[in-house]
């Protein structure tokens, strides 16, 4: 069974950094895309950053441009969201979401959701 947690979320100030975490369990990274996303209140849910071992960085939101990078680590088959410079619009819940298909992935649609963890950011 496919599981993946979350964690690191928290409240931080402008311009502060948090590093968020999504254990993979019941995959091997090296098989799926990982991407993050995140939704706001009242908001819908938009793609953040996506990676896979085969082809690197799969999609990145303009919002993160020098702000946010993802990595892999596999020995721990984790996936790491840095985030750096925040800001009060980066407040939401971060999903950390899976899939062998990246498109899906990319798309929005993949297979497998984390549950959230809640970033908020103070001004």
């Known amino acids: 069974e496919v599981q993946l947690q979350a964690s690191g979320g928290g409240l931080v100030q402008a311009g502060g950094s948090l590093r968020l975490s999504c254990e993979a369990s019941?995959?091997?990274?090296?098989?799926?895309?990982i991407g993050w996303f995140r939704q706001a209140p009242g908001k819908e849910r938009e793609g953040v950053l996506s990676?896979?071992?085969?082809?690197?960085?799969?999609f990145y939101a303009d919002f993160v441009k020098g702000r946010f990078t993802i990595s892999n680590d596999n020995a721990k088959n984790t996936v790491h969201l840095q985030m750096n410079s925040l800001k009060p619009e980066d407040t939401a819940v971060y999903f950390c979401?899976?899939?062998?298909?990246?498109?899906?992935?990319?798309?929005?649609?993949?297979?497998?959701w984390g549950q959230g963890t809640q970033v908020t950011v103070s001004s």
């Open positions: 979401a899976a899939d062998t298909d990246a498109n899906r992935l990319v798309l929005g649609y993949p297979n497998y």
């Open positions: 019941g995959l091997t990274l090296d098989d799926y895309a």
């Open positions: 990676i896979s071992s085969r082809h690197g960085i799969l």
